[in-house]
């Protein structure tokens, strides 16, 4: 393992803090908005405005394409679902950014179908749930967090939310891809630059030809002599075209899916599993039957991503007049699809707000649903999974540090994220 993996880089404090990511790109909310958002969908499924206007913040467009146009929010579970599986009517255009070479930025997720779904396919067969037992968690996961716990052993108290919770993600997705684990924090730095509002244009346009650069070294490293990482699958992968016939992915395509699969694995899996931690350690009772019984990890994640997702609103864009939850949304609009609130949605669970990770399973929105349903999401529950396990295995007395600051909810309206994870390790 390298080096970088354990150290302690200020640049992880500096990347991996909800509330500076969240004042970077200007959308930091304190309080829990989950109340507010219950009463919303509690009063009717669907409402006219954007979530953020319902919520009386002040008003912030994160889509470009968004500037000018009305905006709806639909809060029931009912009304989600829908809206998540119609992409006839609810675009993923919203995502769509002028362009000047045309290229999509964040690949796939910006198609719809049938595009959509003839590019994803060329990565999905390597997100799928036998490769993330095996192959993601026997070539990556399982020695990172090893290292990760073997350097834990060594202090008494810990901040989970930096020394685990941010390193097992990033340090798995660059490692998949084919990267060098030493030039993770270099990569992420570069990429999340590339969409930061606090720098210039300029600096951005410099984090963009890093990522560029340091992707399309990797590409033909990998062209000449083949490894064992996602890049090599994408190399080999053909995309089908609309009229039957295939053909392999050009240098630009494969860039492109290696940058969203680092955008969307990078921060998300770290806001979850810093959750999933704060859950179970205010919940001692589950922690402890966890710490009996690990069949009852993965109801501990999944119950987790139900209760507080860290992205509890996604967008999309209509294209056609559409109906939903009885309110007419016209083309052109847009529509927030609040899932935070319908994972809370009382018709579907009973006392929604508890964490309860003994409750019977239902299916969540917390990693979308319909076709752009999370790619990696069996990706985030094996390093989540393998990291719980991992701590329950190495510190039976884990529990809060009750001489830090109590940790608490923050981070953007659309991510959110732990203020911090400080344990006692012994
Ligand atoms: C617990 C952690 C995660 C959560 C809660 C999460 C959540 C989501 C959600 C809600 C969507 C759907 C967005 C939409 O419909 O607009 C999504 C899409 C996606 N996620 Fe995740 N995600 C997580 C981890 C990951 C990881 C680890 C990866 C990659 C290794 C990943 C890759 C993707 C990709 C590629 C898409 C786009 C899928 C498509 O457009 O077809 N995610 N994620």
Known sequence: MTDLLIADDPLYDELYDVRR?????????????????????????????????????PA???????????????????????????????????????SIDGERRLAFLEMDDPEHRRHRATMQPMFVKPRTLTWWRQRWINDIVGSLIEALKKRDRAELNIQLCARVPVHTITRAVGMDGDDSLEF???????????????????????????????????????????????????????????????????????????????????????????????????????RADRSLVDAAIEEAVRWNPTDPVFSRLAVQDAELGGVHIPEGSVLDICLGAANRDPS???????????????????????????????????????GINALLDAFPNLRLDPDAP?????????????????VLLR
């Open 21 to 57: 990511e969240a004042m970077e790109m200007g959308n930091l909310i304190e309080e829990d908005a989950n109340p507010a958002m219950g009463a919303l969908r509690d009063k009717a499924p669907v409402h006219k405005g954007y979530l953020r206007e319902l919520l009386n913040l």
């Open 188 to 290: 992420r730095n570069a990429l999340l630059r590339t969409t930061s509002h606090s720098i210039t244009a300029e600096q951005r346009g410099i984090a963009a030809a890093t990522v560029e650069r340091m992707l399309m070294e990797l590409i033909a490293k990998r062209r000449a002599v083949p490894g064992d990482d996602v890049v090599t699958g994408l190399i080999a992968a053909e995309l089908e075209l609309s009229d039957g016939t295939r053909r392999p992915l050009t240098d630009r395509e494969i860039m492109g899916n290696c940058r969203l699969v680092m955008l969307a694995g990078g921060g998300t899996s770290w806001r979850q599993f810093g959750i999933t931690l704060w859950a179970l350690l205010t919940h001692r009772a589950q922690l402890e039957a966890v």
């Open 406 to 422: 109590a940790p608490y909810l923050t981070g953007g309206l659309e991510q959110r994220g732990m203020s911090g994870v400080p």
């Open 348 to 386: 579907r669970w009973e006392n929604p707000d508890a964490y309860d990770l003994h409750r019977r399973f239902q299916g969540h929105l917390g990693f979308g649903i319909g076709t752009h349903l999370c790619m990696g999401q069996n990706v985030a529950r094996s390093e989540i999974n393998v």
């Open 60 to 98: 912030l467009h994160r889509h470009v394409s968004a500037k000018g146009k009305d905006g709806y929010t639909c809060f029931s579970f009912e009304t989600c679902e829908q809206a998540f599986r119609d992409g006839e009517r609810f675009s993923m255009k919203i995502l769509q950014m002028p």
